[in-house]
């Protein structure tokens, strides 16, 4: 599975931003978006099994942010609204072929990344 990530990019704080993740078509179980900022750890953002019928979020981003996808051209997507300077980070897509269980949010649950599409969110 090879995982492309684009739709980063400089917004003001308030503001909107939708990420995009292209698979090359293998089946997966669930997928995901991680960020990591600066200096800190990478932490869980969204994730979502392939029927999209769980969705799950981190509490810092909940009722902000959205994933969905779209089947017909094997998209992932990470709708970003209310934006924050504190959501500024490197944003990522995972893809696993696991069981969507409860530990949908740890990064080595994941077989697959993306190369990672930057987010800065201005105050």
């Known amino acids: 599975v090879q995982l492309q990530a684009s739709g980063g990019g400089l917004v003001q704080a308030g503001g909107s931003l939708r990420l995009s993740c292209a698979d090359s078509g293998r089946i997966v179980s669930y997928v995901g978006w991680f960020r990591q900022a600066p200096g800190k750890e990478r932490e869980f953002v969204a994730a979502m099994n392939w029927r999209g019928d769980r969705k799950n979020y981190a509490d810092s981003v909940k009722g902000r942010f959205t994933i969905s996808r779209d089947n017909r051209n094997n998209t992932v997507y990470l709708q970003m609204s209310r934006l924050k300077p504190e959501d500024t980070a490197v944003y990522y897509c995972?893809?696993?072929?696991?069981?969507?269980?409860?530990?949908?949010?740890?990064?080595?649950?994941?077989?697959?990344w993306g190369q990672g599409t930057l987010v800065t969110v201005s105050s």
């Open positions: 995972a893809a696993s072929t696991g069981y969507y269980s409860g530990r949908y949010y740890l990064p080595d649950t994941y077989n697959y």
